[in-house]
């Protein structure tokens, strides 16, 4: 009797442990990277394939793969100095029949936010563009009311051709160092793959908020070229070249620290510059900056990390 009452005990006990629920396991950063990262690598791949995609299509319908201003189309910039409230919608409206491709915007003061100034742009020469806004206006523009520039279209083409001519030298003398540098095909192309959606995801988010891109924009991209690869060398050289630091994924932790903090603290900077800017111009170059930036941490710890992990795999490189 003795021995039945200790055998159901000890299956009772059994019982009690079973329905005992299993201690919850702790995320493990590591074994998840390495289950997902060639999904990963996809990831930033599609969001690569769908830029060309957008700006093949934004080329189909305007004929170039940007929004151009007057100093890369050439055209007329005037800046009205007035305090006084017009309506901007209903500026454009009234001149949209009389001026070509017309823009507008408000220039106001940094502290106060009071408006100093409106500013028109327009494809159209200055004589035109002057009539049409004194008509507007109700008075007479001159010196102390007014600022005009004036670009010729052929002056300003030929200028955007070899703005853009400069940046894909630039990429091409960029692409060659990184050869240079890693003497390995794949590495090396995860770099320039890397910069090269920075670019074309700064330039299609530009296009998507219809920013008109002058010299100072193309100037920005030539910029994220230096911007991009700094965190994909940083990262490859730490994976590649210093395998004592390490095992691979400890490595690739490790430049994901360094690079973040990097792209984030230049992110936020460009964007309370953005915010805080009242030069348009100023604002160009802050808001392609921080698109790349954005689309730098995906191209970055997406794309490159992934293609570094599997080809050290590949290689058998821990």
Not at 161 to 170: D, G, N, T, V
Not at 285 to 292: V, Y
Request: proline letters at 1%; hydrophobic letters at 50%.
């Amino acid at each position: 009797m003795e021995e039945k009452k200790v055998e159901e005990k000890k299956i009772e006990e059994k019982k009690i442990e079973e329905k005992k629920p299993e201690p919850r396991k702790k995320f493990n950063k590591s074994e998840w990277y390495d289950r997902n990262y060639k999904k990963l690598f996809f990831i930033s791949l599609i969001i690569l394939l769908a830029c060309f995609i957008y700006i093949g299509f934004f080329y189909s319908v305007h004929g170039d793969i940007m929004y151009k201003d007057v100093t890369l189309t050439g055209g007329t910039v005037v800046t009205v100095y007035t305090s006084a409230k017009i309506d901007l919608a209903e500026l454009e409206n009234a001149l949209a029949d009389k001026l070509e491709d017309i823009s507008t915007r408000r220039l106001e003061d940094i502290t106060t936010r009071r408006q100093i100034a409106i500013v028109i742009e327009t494809k159209s020469d200055v004589d035109l563009t002057v009539n049409a806004l004194e008509e507007f206006l109700g008075y007479e523009l001159d010196d102390l009311n007014s600022s005009i520039e004036m670009s010729g279209a052929t002056l300003s083409q030929n200028f955007y051709k070899q703005m853009l001519i400069a940046l894909i030298i630039a990429f091409f003398i960029m692409a060659i160092t990184i050869f240079i540098i890693f003497r390995n095909l794949i590495p090396s192309l995860a770099v320039i793959m890397a910069a090269l959606m920075d670019i074309i995801g700064a330039l299609a988010i530009a296009n998507l908020f219809g920013f008109h891109i002058s010299t100072a924009g193309i100037a920005a991209l030539l910029m994220l070229i230096g911007y991009s690869v700094d965190t994909d060398v940083m990262l490859t050289t730490k994976v590649i070249k210093r395998r004592g630091e390490g095992r691979l994924n400890s490595r690739i932790k490790s430049s994901a620290k360094t690079g973040l903090t990097m792209t984030l603290t230049s992110l936020i900077a460009v964007l309370i510059g953005f915010f805080v800017a009242q030069s348009s111009v100023l604002k160009q170059i802050f808001f392609i900056l921080s698109a790349g930036l954005f689309v730098d941490l995906i191209s970055t710890w997406f794309g490159n990390a992934s293609i570094l992990k599997w080809w050290c795999k590949k290689k058998k490189i821990t």
